[in-house]
């Protein structure tokens, strides 16, 4: 028999990666009542168990800080992933956040009647069903919920390996293999070049134009973004990226007409930050080719005509967000496929108490900007409702 317990609280909080701790630390502060919910087992899933070795953040550490706790001065200007991960528990544990983990949420919806968010979550270990009623509904699950796979001709018919670069550690289990990287943004591209530090095979697939910069180029130009015109600062980005790569088209890697920050704003897609994968491409150690026009069971033919042999296939082809499979209420924030209905910096308030964290495609920093955004107009609205009860009653 499944045992079903019921709670009343003003917020539910859904997901305790950064975006969910970030918007708990706020709650905190302000003692809200709340609770976060977790379907996985730890604080900063992704972070923990769904990224490669090698990864660091792609930003200065002056841009990847959560809301009251600045990174410490020690810390490295890119800090790797194990440095990251350990900042996000000593956040957890400076800010007194509790996330209740393996709690699954099944459905949410608003109840007309007693306008409230109704939030029905299983319990994945022992199977209890809880029911939450709360005035408000932040979504943190965030963009990088779930690993996206396209569908590509004749994928199900590849004999070797296929997984999702969120399963991907390191080129050490495919030596003497070929591997395919299908995704040229910054994971595919660390990914490949990790493979070729390895003396694999390594092929990468770059379907679209993409901006090649460093991370020196990424915190100048956001150092002038404070100061001058987008325009301005993309003509200058481009010009430098120009003189340390060189044309990159030549080497099968157009560059798109809009700047690098232009296109992050416009279509939210990050410039390729190099780690050394260019050079690797120069010389020959990393094959590009475009897009894909069939997978057989052991070789992949490109548009161009080529076909090559293959033992893996690394799809590093992004994610999505699958919160609108449980939540029945979505269409003032999201449309059906989870892509946000309002641009930023409006996206992150739906109505009737509907919110949602991380999901503007600017990193740790927007994160931080949604979290003190949705908790400051949910201290508005609980503001609001009291001087409303006090009128009334002493009316």
């Known amino acids: 028999m499944v045992n079903f317990s019921n709670e009343e609280v003003e917020v539910v909080v859904v997901g305790a990666g950064p975006s969910g701790i970030a918007v708990s630390a706020c709650l905190n502060k302000f003692?809200?009542?709340?609770?976060?919910?977790?379907?996985?087992?730890?604080?900063?899933?992704?972070?923990?168990?769904?990224?490669?070795?090698?990864?660091?953040?792609?930003?200065?550490?002056?841009?990847?800080?959560?809301p009251f706790m600045p990174h410490a001065a020690s810390a490295p200007k890119y800090m790797p992933k194990n440095e990251f991960i350990q900042y996000l528990d000593e956040y957890v544990e400076k800010f007194n956040i509790k996330?209740?983990?393996?709690?699954?949420?099944?459905?949410?919806?608003?109840?007309?009647?007693?306008?409230?968010?109704?939030?029905?979550?299983?319990?994945?270990?022992?199977?209890?069903?809880?029911?939450?009623?709360?005035?408000?509904?932040?979504?943190?699950?965030?963009?990088?919920?779930?690993?996206?796979?396209?569908?590509?001709?004749?994928?199900?018919?590849?004999?070797?390996?296929?997984?999702?670069?969120?399963?991907?550690?390191?080129?050490?289990?495919?030596e003497e293999k070929k591997v395919l990287v299908v995704g040229s943004g910054n994971s595919g591209m660390e990914i490949a070049f990790d493979l070729s530090n390895y003396g694999i095979h390594t092929s990468?697939?770059?379907?679209s134009p993409i901006h090649v910069v460093t991370k020196e180029m990424v915190h100048i130009g956001m150092l002038m973004l404070k100061?001058?015109?987008?325009?301005?600062?993309?003509?200058?980005?481009?010009?430098?990226?120009?003189?340390?790569?060189?044309?990159?088209?030549?080497?099968?890697?157009?560059?798109?007409?809009?700047?690098?920050?232009?296109?992050?704003?416009?279509?939210?897609?990050?410039?390729?930050?190099?780690?050394?994968?260019?050079?690797?491409?120069?010389?020959?150690?990393?094959?590009?080719?475009p897009e894909i026009s069939e997978i057989k069971e052991y070789t992949v033919m490109f548009e161009n005509g080529e076909e090559h042999l293959f033992d893996a296939i690394i799809f590093a082809t992004g994610y999505k967000n699958?919160?609108?499979?449980?939540?029945?209420?979505?269409?003032?924030?999201?449309?059906?496929?989870?892509?946000?209905?309002?641009?930023?910096?409006?996206?992150?308030?739906?109505?009737?108490?509907?919110?949602?964290?991380?999901?503007?495609k600017r990193g740790i920093a927007g994160i931080s900007m949604d979290a003190i955004a949705i908790v400051d107009n949910i201290k508005t609205v609980i503001g609001d409702k009291i001087s409303k009860s006090r009128d009334f009653l002493s009316y």
Request: proline share 4%; hydrophobic share 35%; with cysteine.
């Open 31 to 66: 003692g809200i009542k709340h609770v976060v919910l977790e379907k996985e087992d730890c604080v900063g899933y992704l972070w923990k168990k769904k990224t490669y070795n090698r990864l660091h953040l792609h930003l200065s550490k002056d841009f990847c800080s959560l």
């Open 99 to 174: 996330p209740k983990f393996h709690t699954c949420v099944e459905i949410a919806l608003f109840n007309n009647e007693d306008k409230k968010w109704n939030v029905k979550s299983r319990n994945v270990a022992s199977g209890e069903m809880e029911l939450y009623a709360c005035d408000f509904l932040i979504l943190a699950t965030g963009e990088n919920n779930e690993g996206h796979i396209p569908k590509v001709l004749g994928l199900e018919n590849f004999k070797g390996e296929i997984i999702h670069s969120s399963e991907y550690k390191s080129g050490e289990k495919y």
């Open 204 to 207: 990468i697939v770059v379907r």
């Open 227 to 289: 100061y001058l015109p987008i325009s301005l600062v993309d003509t200058m980005i481009v010009k430098f990226a120009r003189y340390k790569f060189g044309n990159l088209a030549e080497f099968g890697i157009p560059q798109p007409e809009e700047g690098p920050f232009s296109v992050k704003i416009s279509k939210g897609t990050s410039p390729v930050i190099d780690v050394g994968a260019i050079d690797k491409i120069k010389l020959g150690e990393i094959k590009v080719l």
């Open 322 to 360: 699958v919160a609108t499979k449980w939540l029945k209420d979505y269409g003032s924030i999201f449309v059906e496929d989870g892509r946000l209905i309002n641009e930023f910096p409006n996206h992150w308030k739906g109505d009737n108490g509907l919110y949602c964290a991380g999901f503007s």
